[in-house]
C-alpha cells in the first residue's frame, strides 16, 4: 500500500470510530458488501452513503494530509489549540451532527490504529471492520479497548 492509500484508510477508520450511533442498516449492508479487494473508490463510495461519516472523513482526510507533510518537513505536528480557539474569523462549519468530544485527539488515535495495525495489516484490518455486524462499535471496541493481539472479539 501507498502512502496516500494508507492515509485514505486511517482517515475512514477514524471517522467511522468518531460516529455516536451505529451505522444505519442500508449503510451497515453496504459497508458488509465490500469484498477482500476493499479499495480506495469502496471508501470514497461508503463515505458518500452517511454524511456524518463523510464529514468526519473529510475532516481527519486533511488533518492527515497536514499532518504527513509537516511530518515530512520535520515540523511540530500538533495542532496549534489556542490559535484555533482565538480565530473567530473561520469560515468552517461545525459537524454538529457528529458528537466526538471524546475522540478528538488524532494523533493519539492515529498511533492506537497504527499499534493494533501492525501485525495484520491495514487493509485486513478495515475488512474485519466493514464485515462486522455493527461496523462502528467493532472500531471502538478494536482500537480503543485493550486487547492483546489488537482484535477484540476474535
Known amino acids: 500500500m501507498n502512502d496516500t492509500q494508507d492515509e485514505i484508510f486511517q482517515a475512514f477508520i477514524v471517522a467511522l470510530l468518531q460516529q455516536t450511533e451505529p451505522l444505519p442498516a442500508d449503510v451497515q449492508s453496504e459497508f458488509n458488501k465490500t469484498d477482500e479487494t476493499c479499495t480506495v473508490t469502496d471508501i470514497l463510495r461508503l463515505t458518500k452513503l452517511h454524511p456524518p461519516l463523510l464529514a468526519a472523513y473529510q475532516k481527519n482526510r486533511v488533518w492527515l494530509v497536514n499532518h504527513s507533510s509537516q511530518r515530512n518537513k520535520g515540523l ?3 495542532p496549534n489549540a489556542e490559535f484555533e480557539n482565538n480565530n473567530t474569523t473561520t ?3 461545525d459537524n454538529t451532527a457528529s458528537d466526538i468530544s471524546d475522540l478528538t485527539n488524532l494523533p493519539e488515535i492515529i498511533n492506537k490504529i497504527e499499534a493494533k495495525v501492525q501485525p495484520r495489516g491495514l487493509g485486513k484490518f478495515l475488512r474485519k471492520l466493514l464485515q462486522a455486524g455493527d461496523s462502528v462499535q ?5 482500537i480503543l ?3 492483546a493481539d489488537g482484535f477484540a472479539h476474535e
Open 91 to 93: 469560515t468552517e462549519t
Open 76 to 78: 511540530d505536528v500538533l
Open 138 to 142: 467493532t472500531s471502538r471496541d478494536t
Open 145 to 147: 479497548l485493550s486487547s
